[in-house]
């Protein structure tokens, strides 16, 4: 049981090594994060705008063509209007015209809302590529701040992590289930008495608790925070 007491303190020397080091990063990896997903999001946006406008371009041609195609039947239907020898047919060629010109009338009032629609879509798509430039500057600078913290720990971070596997090993499941409840709530899951107290909340454990804990051959927690206490002898003899 005190190799198991051991290993579990190991694990907490360990942890609390890889926190400091990961503190060193700050706030930077999530602000690495998010600037690249908003840097996304603005190309995504971008792209968008782009579509819009050809689709809006391919669709103003489009009616452009029609219209030209409708104009030149009306002046068709006018010549055929003077060869028609009856007034059914002259009213048939009307009702044509004027179907075709409702259809130009129609037409150039979507082209002025194309018009209109591209002029916001190339002002946002300027406003998101200039959005989108600056934080290009500022994520290249992000970067290059947390890759120069990464590269003062990495080796040091890689070497506590290879050993804090083989310690994982040495611990059964249901102990690392404990320590792993413990050391998301408390920070901190394994406390050695000190100076008859528990070194995670400072309380006063009592004198039998101690003794018991001090024999090395049972897990026991804090009557107050319920953190893994350890023995003196185990803090002495357990270091990175």
Do not use: W
Request: hydrophobic share 30%; with cysteine; proline share 2%.
């Amino acid at each position: 049981m005190k190799n198991v007491l051991q290993s579990l303190y190991l694990l907490q020397l360990l942890d609390t090594e890889l926190d400091e080091l990961r503190e060193l990063r700050g706030d930077l990896p999530d602000t690495v994060n998010k600037m690249d997903e908003e840097r996304t999001m603005l190309i995504g946006r971008i792209e968008e705008c782009e579509q819009a406008l050809k689709k809006g371009a391919v669709e103003r041609q489009q009616m452009e063509k029609q219209s030209l195609e409708l104009i030149a039947k009306i002046d068709r239907y006018k010549g055929q209007q003077l060869e028609v020898t009856n007034n059914k047919e002259y009213d048939a060629l009307t009702r044509e015209m004027e179907t075709a010109e409702n259809t130009i009338m129609s037409n150039e009032s979507e082209i002025e809302r194309f018009i209109e629609q591209a002029e916001e879509l190339k002002t946002s798509k300027t406003d998101l590529e200039g959005r989108r430039d600056e934080l290009e500057k500022e994520l290249e600078v992000k970067r290059e701040e947390l890759e120069e913290i990464l590269a003062t720990t990495r080796e040091e971070e890689k070497s506590l992590e290879t050993r804090r596997e083989a310690v994982l090993k040495e611990i059964k499941e249901r102990d690392l289930v404990l320590y792993t409840r413990i050391r998301e709530a408390k920070g901190k899951a394994v406390a050695p008495i000190r100076r008859e107290s528990c070194s995670g909340c400072y309380n006063i454990v009592p004198p039998q608790l101690i003794l018991e804990v001090k024999k090395n051959d049972r897990l026991f927690t804090c009557e107050h925070c319920g953190r893994i206490l350890v023995s003196e002898e185990i803090a002495q003899e357990t270091s990175i």
